[in-house]
């Protein structure tokens, strides 16, 4: 498991194995306080997609995408 570097690449293949396999797919996201850190990690049990950050303006791309991420999971489209 290693973590992707940039928030646009992570957005987008997080975005793509959410498609790939919908009711396989699962994500946590955990705040680190010692280290001041919020790790965002999605996963289908093949593929593991980690993210990391310490920004703040991180946290509003970060809400963004799990509300993207949510729409996608209640819409009748899959």
Do not use: G
């Not at 996963?43 to 993210?51: A, G, M, P, Y």
């Amino acid at each position: 498991m290693t973590y992707l570097n940039s928030w646009e690449d992570f957005e987008k293949e997080a975005e793509r194995l959410y498609l790939q396999s919908p009711w396989k797919v699962r994500y946590t996201m955990k705040y680190v306080h010692s280290k001041n850190q919020l790790v965002l990690k999605m996963t289908d049990d093949v593929v593991c997609l980690q993210f990391k950050t310490e920004i703040a303006q991180d946290v509003r791309k970060i809400d963004k995408f799990i509300n993207n991420l949510l729409r996608h999971m209640v819409s009748k489209e899959h």
